[in-house]
Each structure stands twice: as structure tokens, then as C-alpha cells.
């Protein structure tokens, strides 16, 4: 089992401030997916990053793959309550069992 | 498109009681099919995937068991549920291949268990 950790595991900011979400592993992944699921709900997908030092923006998301394509990071400008959730990397490999999810970040954004 | 379905959303269930979680995939063909489970809003762990009909893979070593009787038909079972089977069920489907190569996963919106 390939471990990903995420930090922070709970962060509860304030409307219109900006935070960052690490996803860590000391494997290499050859792509690198982020989820955010609300309560009660299964995780939807956010984006996919699979080349290493790839940057890609979802409005005031932005999110980046490591050049060693061993880590990631979810930065997010003026947060909004719609953002609130729980938000899951997961590092891909090869077969169809190939996804190994995060541990979590679990982002209350208060209005 | 492609939509999936999972039911019974809510279970209360006593130990040692039977287990049935049904997952349905409708427009697509052939999909893989996976069983997670979810602790306490934390990340997923894999429980059972399935490339194929009546093609099974545990990951865990656990008191619970799959099936795929159809192709787009994936069914989480248990004879006697333990204390420990609580938790939230995830049924998800990929496609073999998708266009960047990743394993895309589309969730259902889950199973809740409560064994008491």
C-alpha cells in the first residue's frame, strides 16, 4: 500500500481568506487526482494532474503535481462556504486497483 | 451518461444479522467496479474491485465479501455483520481506459452502516 498524507487534517478559516492543502507521499505516482466530498455524499472528482510540475486552475482553485511527481498541493483564493468539505488526494498507478487515496483534509470555511 | 447507484442509503442492523449493499452502473459497459469504506470522514480504504463478471479482488482481509452477478452490477454481502463493520460504503466504477491514462473514479453516494 502506497501511503499519501495530507495536511493539515482539519482547518477552519474564515470567508475570503486563502489556504493550501499538502497531499505527501514517498512514492511516485504517474498521475495525481483530488476529490472533495461533502457530508453524506460519495467524493467527486476535482481534477487529474499527470505530468510532474503541471499546474492547473478550476476558478480559484489551483492545483500543482511535484516535479518528482511524489506530491501534491490545493491552494485555494478567498475561500467561500461552498468550499467547506472533506478533500482527498489520491496517487494513481498502473491496474485497475491502482488508486491510493489521502488521508484527508477535512476544510470548514466560515462565513 | 453514466450514472451509478447505491442503496440502502441508511442500515441499522444488529450483530450477527445478514448484509446486503447493492451498486448499479448504467450507460457505460464493462466497467471496473470498486467497494470502499469510509471511517469517520477520513480517507477511503478498498475493500473489493472487480475488472470483469464474477471476477473478485480482496484487498483487506475482513468479514465481508463481493459479488458481480451482471456487468454493471456490484453487490457487498456479509453473513453475520461484527461491531466493526460500522461505517460508511462507497461503490465507485472506472473505465478501462480514459484519455490521460488516469483511473478516473465516479462515486455513488454511499451506504450508511450502523451495527448495534
Sequence with gaps: TQLLEQSPQFLSIQEGENLTVYCNS???????????????EGPVLLVTVVTGGEVK???????????????????ITAAQPGDTGLYLCAGGGTGANNLFFGTGTRLTVIP | SQTIHQWPATLVQPVGSPLSLECTVEGTSNPNLYWYRQAAGRGLQLLFYSVGIGQISSEVPQN???????????????????????????CAWSALRTNSGANVLTFGAGSRLTVL
Design chain 1, 26 to 40: 514517498s512514492s511516485v505516482f504517474s498521475s495525481l487526482q483530488w476529490y472533495r466530498q461533502e457530508p453524506g
Design chain 1, 57 to 75: 486552475k478550476l476558478k480559484r482553485l489551483t492545483f500543482q503535481f511535484g516535479d518528482a511527481r511524489k506530491d501534491s498541493s490545493l491552494h
Design chain 2, 64 to 90: 465481508l465479501s463481493a459479488s458481480r452477478p451482471q456487468d454493471r452490477q456490484f453487490i457487498l454481502s456479509s453473513k453475520k455483520l461484527l461491531l466493526s463493520d460500522s461505517g460508511f460504503y462507497l
